[in-house]
Every structure is written in C-alpha cells, then in structure tokens.
C-alpha cells in the first residue's frame, strides 16, 4: 500500500542535529495520519507521499520546518519565591504569565482563562538563590535536524481516525512533548545554559 492521504503511517527514526551528534532514536515507532493533519512535519510528509513499507530517506530539516526560530521573548528570569519549593531544572509550568505585579498573591504563570491566547508551558533551565530562568521555546527550537526515517507499516485509516485528525494509536517524536508525562531532564545539554540564547545565573 502506497502512502497517501488517509493512511495511517508508521515509521522508525533516527534524529540528530546538524553536526551528527544523535539526540534520540526512536525506540517505538513513530505513528501519524498522513494527509496535512500535522501529525508529522509537512517536509517529512511530502518526502513519504506515495512512498511504501520499506522506503527509507535522510533529510535535513532547518528550524523554519522543525521546531521554529528560537524566540528570546520567551524566556523570562523571574523571582524564586513566586515559586513553590522545591524546585529544580526540568520543571515545567503550565499557564500564561502574571503581569500584575500588584494584585496581592498574584502569581507569575496563572490559568489560561483567555481562549484566544495560547497557553504557554515554561521549563525552568537555570536556578540560582534568588531567581529563576523559564523558556517557554521547544527544546530544539532554533536547531537544523537531521532525520534518517524507514517505513514499517502503512495501512488505511479508520472513518473515526479521519473524522478526528489523528490516528488512534498515534504516537508522534518522543523529543520535546510538552506533556506531564515528559523528562526533560535528558535534554539539559539541549536547554540549559549551553544554548546561545539562555543567559547564565550565578
């Protein structure tokens, strides 16, 4: 079966940065809808149309068609004690910032109770004693990936799975899911003081 849209697809990959330095290999498969439902990147979309199990390809994606451009406005250094203890580096939270510094027991990452406004998850990427650095970019924001990817299984997808725009048992890049299930804490080289865009407390 070639793939197309409306198919189910899975595939096993392997990512590594621009260098070649690897940043993860997939230890299940990779499971998206094919078809524009942003289940996988549309470059790595366009590369598989039409291709079937088996096929196998190495394509270098720039941060424009990964993760994005890293954006500095959204990394904030904030006080400590607007934070609950303890904390520390890979913690993540979920919300919009505060910017009422003046409403007594304000918080600095509140909830989201504006629709229109996308809720932001901030991961702490440096602590000192008395201040607190969150970035609310993807880890790999701002980097050029290099995927090597191979076709396991293609199949049709389900009235249900098309109706809803993913895949029933989908599974997407294990990097960088901003879910309560995620450790970031593997990714520390990636996010924390190293990248060119964090400043450093000390």
Same mark, same amino acid.
């Given at each position: 079966m070639k793939i197309e849209k409306n198919t189910v697809v899975s595939l096993i990959y392997r990512l590594s940065d621009a260098q070649g330095n690897?940043? %993860?290999e997939s230890a299940d498969p990779m499971?998206?809808?094919?078809? $524009?439902? !942003?289940?996988?990147f549309p470059k790595?979309?366009?590369l598989l149309d039409g291709q079937?199990?088996?096929? %196998?390809?190495?394509?270098?994606?720039?941060? &424009?068609? !990964?993760?994005?451009?890293y954006d500095a406005e959204l990394l904030?250094?904030? &006080?400590r004690d607007r934070f609950p203890e303890p904390l520390e580096i890979g913690m993540q939270f979920e919300g919009v910032p505060s910017t009422d510094d003046d409403e007594e027991g304000a918080e600095f990452l509140a909830a989201d109770d504006d629709e229109d406004q996308e809720t932001l998850?901030?991961? =702490?990427?440096?602590?000192? %004693?008395?201040?607190?650095?969150?970035?609310?970019?993807?880890?790999? !924001?701002?980097?050029?990936?290099?995927?090597w990817i191979q076709v396991t299984e293609v199949?049709?997808?389900?009235?249900? %799975?098309?109706?809803? $725009?993913? !895949?029933?048992?989908?599974?997407?890049?294990? =990097?960088?899911? &901003?879910d309560d299930d995620t450790d970031y804490d593997s990714l520390d080289d990636l996010t924390g003081p190293d990248h060119d865009n964090h400043p450093t407390l000390h």
């Open positions: 690897l940043i %993860e499971i998206y809808l094919h078809g $524009g439902y !942003a289940g996988t790595i979309e366009e079937e199990v088996g096929f %196998e390809t190495n394509v270098q994606l720039e941060p &424009q068609d !990964a993760f994005g451009d904030r250094i904030e &006080q998850i901030y991961t =702490i990427t440096d602590l000192a %004693e008395d201040r607190v650095i969150l970035d609310a970019n993807h880890p790999l !924001a701002g980097m050029a990936l290099r995927f199949r049709l997808a389900t009235n249900e %799975e098309v109706e809803n $725009g993913r !895949a029933e048992d989908a599974m997407g890049l294990m =990097i960088g899911e &901003q």
